[in-house]
């Protein structure tokens, strides 16, 4: 797929999902997938999101939007899709199942059990209570919405989607160049340092460093402007940790790392803004592989961390 300079303008400051200002708890990840739909699926939320001066910042959707329709607005997204494919001589395609998709399930796991405590949620799938399964699957489609006791939003570091981190979709966009740019290349960081400390002018930046800028710029104001006290990074530590601590170069971000129970290393730190505290968690992906958090990384990170932070 080929980006124009404009579905680019549209797409790198959208920043997430959920009500921004009542969310208490926002997930970090690092880039969007597409829930099942085609590629197409990218134009189409350039039609769909952005259009409500309600999500907007500072009024105007330029300075940053986000998207608080929740699985009506997926569903409204296949439609919109299904008529660009028509349009462009290709088939509709049928709505895709529910995403078998960890990162969601570990989400969903999460403020089950802050809902309802007195169930264990961090079983495996066999060894779950009846309809617990089908609790977490239903709430997979409505994390970012107002049917959680705890609010969530979802906030993802790189601006272009695609299906899985194995593909890349877009033509003129080096894919190389992309990723480099968003784990803080050495190159790349001493650009927007350069342009932070007054030696570079925007203009001299190349493509992905500006887009780094900005995106970096636009991350900070969520994280500074809304209310939420907690935040979850999930996945690739050490690249959101390196970015965290460049966009809070001037508070002196510190990040101590720490153990679960499990033996699962997690970092925590805390941030002081003016107007809130923010305590910032970065975890290991949110999986069942042995390289990952685990179920049972994702049970005493609840139990033993955010607990006492959120106090359920």
């Known amino acids: 797929m080929k980006l124009e300079s404009h579905h680019i303008e549209r797409l790198v400051p959208w920043f997430g999902y959920g009500n921004f200002n009542e969310a208490e708890v926002v997930f970090f990840g690092n880039e969007e997938g597409l829930g099942g739909y085609p590629i197409e699926a990218v134009l189409g939320r350039c039609q769909l999101y952005g259009y409500d001066p309600n999500t907007w910042i500072d009024n105007d959707w330029r300075l940053g939007y986000w998207d608080e329709t929740s699985h009506d607005g997926y569903l409204t997204l296949g439609r919109i899709t299904n008529e660009i494919r028509t349009a462009s001589g290709l088939s509709p395609v049928a709505p895709p ?26 079983n495996v799938k066999k060894n779950l209570l009846n309809n617990q399964w089908n609790q977490i699957q239903e709430l997979k489609e409505h994390l970012y919405s107002n049917k959680t006791k705890i609010k969530a939003g979802l906030v993802d570091w790189r601006p272009l989607p695609r299906s899985t981190e194995d593909v890349w979709p877009y033509d003129g966009i080096d894919e190389k160049k992309y990723i480099s740019a ?66 809070f170069r001037n508070e002196n971000l510190t990040f101590t790392k720490k153990t679960l129970r499990n033996g699962k290393s997690y970092e925590i730190a805390e941030l002081i803004l003016p107007d809130k505290k923010l305590t910032i968690i970065l975890t290991l992906f949110f999986n069942h592989r042995s390289n990952c958090l685990q179920l049972e990384g994702l049970q005493h990170l609840c139990e033993d961390v955010l607990e006492p932070i959120i106090g359920c």
């Not at 990162?103 to 961090?122: G, T």
């Not at 960081?189 to 001299?204: P, Y």
């Not at 500074?224 to 006290?229: N, R």
């Open 97 to 122: 199942p529910p995403p078998a998709s960890p990162f969601l399930e570990f989400q969903a796991r999460m403020l089950l059990h802050f809902e309802q405590k007195d169930q264990n949620w961090f």
């Open 182 to 247: 968003f784990k803080l290349a050495n190159a790349n960081l001493k650009k927007i340092t350069e342009l932070n400390n007054g030696k570079l002018a925007k203009e001299e930046l190349d493509e992905y460093s500006k887009m780094l800028w900005n995106r970096a710029e636009l991350i900070r104001k969520v994280f500074v402007t809304f209310p939420f006290s907690t935040l979850i990074g999930v996945g690739d530590m050490n690249a959101k940790k390196k970015l965290l601590e460049f966009i």
